[in-house]
């Protein structure tokens, strides 16, 4: 299925692209041709890359790297997989939301300091190693090349008014990622144990979203507490743990409540449990 949902979603974002080039639509079909790449992006893109990049093997580590290109997010291969896992439910990690802080505030603060920490990440091995940070070898120059060869080639021989709109379409999945980042940790915290760690991860520091639809739709995603205490674990052998922090409604509902920042709060703050 990871494999089809990557075809189907390579192929859509080639057909998205040709579509812009050879038919002449009206502005209004137009914002629904890009939201509708946009949302393939973030369900499709960036969820199925995520499950790809926590393979071990070399060949499903390069399909996420291809599929997080499309929605031009390659970093979060690097800070997700060496970075928010280590440091989840810290304030140490951009993707986890602290309490009382707004969605929009959110995103701004996760998607730079993200991007950020995925530099220092590879900095610090490339370092370690005795290699140059400034060098071609490094990893973020390599993730981030691939992105502006991609528009460059898109805009440079089709049109640079499709290079902006593959963009835009973008811009939505990273936005719909980030949407689900602020849900899935929202005021959970671990408790510092000394000033060197912290607490072990535990399925408290994930809100989970037992619900079938979103399970099937999201690559059990929403199975989010058993994910983070065994990430190695593939999609399908996740299971739901009694003791995680659940949410009261399924991912898009509290995806819509999230938009509203006062019922937001009004709902989640009084579910947080004590880390």
């Not at 189907?8 to 080639?14: R, W």
């Amino acid at each position: 299925m990871l494999y089809g949902a990557v075809i189907s979603h390579l192929c859509l974002f080639v057909w998205f692209i040709f579509f812009l080039q050879f038919w002449n639509i009206d502005v209004l079909s137009n914002a629904g041709h890009i939201s509708a790449m946009g949302l393939m992006c973030g369900v499709f893109g960036i969820n199925v890359a995520h499950e790809l990049g926590h393979r071990t093997d070399k060949f499903n580590q390069f399909l996420s790297k291809v599929m997080l290109t499309t929605s031009l997010y390659n970093h979060f291969f690097v800070e997700h997989n060496r970075g928010h896992h280590r440091n989840v439910a810290t304030h140490e990690d951009a993707a986890t939301a602290r309490k009382g802080e707004m969605l929009y505030v959110f995103w701004i603060r996760a998607v730079i300091m993200g991007w950020i920490s995925a530099w220092k990440i590879v900095s610090k091995e490339r370092r370690r190693k005795n290699l140059s940070v400034s060098s071609l070898g490094n990893e973020m120059f390599q993730l981030q090349l691939a992105q502006v060869i991609m528009i460059f080639t898109i805009g440079f021989f089709m049109d640079w008014w499709i290079a902006l709109n593959v963009c835009i379409a973008a811009i939505i999945g990273i936005i719909l990622l980030e949407t689900v980042d602020y849900i899935e940790h929202y005021g959970l915290e671990r408790k510092r144990i000394n000033e060197h760690r912290y607490g072990d991860v535990t399925p408290i520091h994930s809100w989970n979203a037992d619900f079938v639809l979103g399970r099937l739709v999201l690559f059990e995603l929403t199975r989010h507490s058993d994910h983070h205490t065994t990430p190695s674990k593939h999609y399908q052998l996740l299971d739901s743990k009694k003791e995680a922090s659940t949410l009261p409604a399924g991912y898009p509902t509290m995806m819509l409540l999230a938009l509203i920042p006062p019922l937001w709060f009004f709902v989640m703050d009084r579910r947080i449990p004590n880390g």
